[in-house]
T-cell receptor, first 117, second 110 residues
Framework: GAVVSQHPSRVICKSGTSVKIECRSLDFQATTMFWYRQFPKQSLMLMATSNEGSKATYEQGVEKDKFLINHASLTLSTLTVTSAHPEDSSFYIC?????????????FGSGTRLTVV | GQNIDQPTEMTATEGAIVQINCTYQTSGFNGLFWYQQHAGEAPTFLSYNVLDGLEEKGRFSSFLSRSKGYSYLLLKELQMKDSASYLCAVREYNTDKLIFGTGTRLQVFP
């Protein structure tokens, strides 16, 4: 199978600080990683697509300077929420294209619950 | 762009059958997925359709009509543990982005 490890699972940070979320593919190479945000009682909203070795592609309305995405290796993609504010509190989840290993091509991380106080 | 709609909430009784609909408008289509999600957890894959017709998998079935931009997920013999959110998602042609619908919260009552 394919496994994506996402850390941390929960984080509480102070307003104005930055938080980094990591997604690591454990047993396959993830050339493409998708990052989603999910507010309570809402669906997953695609924030950006990261490709190894190139700049991320952001969806309309997502601030690229606020949500920094780095995909420097084939097994690691990171999302950094910079200068976090309470409205950034959300559930963030990554999904990697796993080359059709499982579930027709997508493996999800377990998600990160971010609370900004 | 993509516009993917589902009913917001549904309720059903244990042992019954429920059908969750999904309609989509897309600039490029390369398959439709159904996921189950419990609060605070990652989505769990249920089914995938890329051709028209019905895919059956135990208590769950999924149907796709590409010409109508329509899919449904059918859950049979409902159990209490089926209470969850159900998300349809469309894979965008060319980019492979997975775009999620609005999601349906299903509550199963005894």
């Amino acid at each position: 199978g394919a496994v994506v490890s996402q850390h941390p699972s929960r984080v509480i940070c102070k307003s104005g600080t930055s938080v980094k979320i990591e997604c690591r593919s454990l047993d396959f190479q993830a050339t493409t990683m998708f990052w989603y945000r999910q507010f309570p009682k809402q669906s997953l909203m695609l924030m950006a697509t990261s490709n190894e070795g190139s700049k991320a592609t952001y969806e309309q309305g997502v601030e690229k300077d606020k949500f920094l995405i780095n995909h420097a290796s084939l097994t690691l993609s990171t999302l950094t929420v910079t200068s976090a504010h309470p409205e950034d509190s959300s559930f963030y989840i990554c999904s990697a294209e796993d080359g059709q290993r499982t579930n027709y091509g997508y493996t999800f991380g377990s998600g990160t619950r971010l609370t900004v106080v | 762009g993509q516009n993917i709609d589902q009913p917001t909430e549904m309720t059903a009784t244990e042992g019954a059958i429920v059908q969750i609909n999904c309609t989509y408008q897309t600039s490029g289509f390369n398959g439709l997925f159904w996921y189950q999600q419990h609060a605070g957890e990652a989505p769990t894959f249920l089914s995938y359709n890329v051709l028209d017709g019905l895919e059956e998998k135990g208590r769950f079935s999924s149907f796709l009509s590409r010409s109508k931009g329509y899919s449904y997920l059918l859950l049979k013999e409902l159990q209490m543990k089926d209470s969850a959110s159900y998300l349809c998602a469309v894979r965008e042609y060319n980019t492979d982005k997975l775009i999620f619908g609005t999601g349906t919260r299903l509550q199963v009552f005894p």
